[in-house]
């Protein structure tokens, strides 16, 4: 049995798939499985996939009978895993080609371990490195409490399989997402048992294909449906306050930006709102502050 399965939802990569599957097919560890789901794009993805098939037999490719979008796809791939341990890739990016055997080993008894992560510029800007910024679920959660920055990217981790099905069977695994599915996943999975390590184990390409950088009314409005579907199933679950309140706040500023972008409010409306949401989070920044500042004089 394979120690870690890598799953690469597949739709109209085929720019950068057989770079991604190269990172994959070198890894220092040999015992993994490579699985590909076939999301029905109209390019030559899933052609160079099976060309690489049939010289690694660790590659696997599934086909879904239609268009499902990144979050029902890669459950897909984890549902048709054979591996207790599993890494999500998206095919425009790529691993280090030491990242499974240095996760398998830092992971022990964790149930999710988050390593950093490097951003590629491919218009020439350079690499930006991001480590994690904190070390255990105390640090995560008081993070969140302040409503400060973390990463909820899902491709940044290894993840023990029943875990993350376990914590996923809350929500429906085959819902249609195009944005926003790092988001939901990791919202189910953060759990006292997450641990992080200091190493980088994915290249993020800043692909400017991608469909985050689409700027259409159309994908406006798909983008606004996502926000809203994601912060029902988050609001409506049983997860920590801390956790719906943290994600709530996030999604709520995204839908502000689409009514805006939609037309839906006034600027003058939009710029009153984003006005308090600084306010708040100001409000926070001080609040923190003044609290760390009387646990130092205890």
């Known amino acids: 049995m394979p120690k870690v399965s890598i799953i690469l939802p597949t739709f109209n990569v085929e ?21 590909v789901v076939d999301d029905l794009g109209s ?10 098939a049939l010289k690694d037999k660790r590659i696997k ?17 984890v549902l048709n895993s054979n591996s207790p341990y599993i890494m999500f890739l998206d095919p425009d990016d790529t691993l280090a080609l030491n990242a499974c055997e240095l996760a398998l080993k830092e992971i022990k008894e964790a149930n999710l371990l988050r390593f950093g992560f ?23 959660k008081n993070k969140m409490m302040y409503y400060k920055g973390i990463s909820w990217n899902v491709c940044f981790c290894l993840i023990q399989k029943d875990f993350y099905l376990k914590n996923l069977q809350k929500i429906d695994l085959f819902l249609k997402l195009t944005m926003a599915e790092d988001l939901l996943a990791f919202a189910f999975l953060i759990n006292p048992s997450v ?8 290249f993020y390409n800043t692909n400017e294909n991608s469909i985050m950088k689409r700027k259409t009314k159309e994908q406006s409005q798909k983008n606004l449906q996502n926000c809203k579907k994601i ?33 839906k409010i006034s ?28 646990l130092c004089n205890l």
Do not use: V, W
Request: aromatic share 14%; net charge positive; with cysteine.
């Open 15 to 35: 720019k950068y798939i057989k770079k991604a599957l190269d990172s994959c097919i070198n890894q220092s560890l040999k015992d993994i499985e490579i699985i």
């Open 43 to 52: 390019d030559n993805s899933i052609k160079i996939a099976k060309e690489e």
């Open 61 to 77: 490719i599934i086909h879904n009978e239609k268009n499902l979008g990144t979050f029902a796809s890669r459950n897909i791939g």
């Open 118 to 140: 490097a951003k590629i510029d491919e218009m020439g800007g350079g690499i930006e490195e991001n480590l994690p910024n904190y070390k255990d679920y105390e640090e995560l």
């Open 195 to 202: 641990k992080t390590a200091n190493f980088i184990g994915y």
């Open 231 to 263: 912060l029902t199933q988050i609001q409506n679950s049983n997860l920590d306050q801390f956790i719906i309140k943290y994600f709530s706040f996030h999604l709520e500023k995204e839908i502000l930006k689409y009514f805006y972008n939609l037309n």
């Open 267 to 294: 600027y003058l409306k939009y710029k009153f709102l984003k006005k308090k949401i600084n306010l708040y989070m100001f409000y926070l920044k001080i609040k923190r502050k003044i609290s760390k500042g009387f």
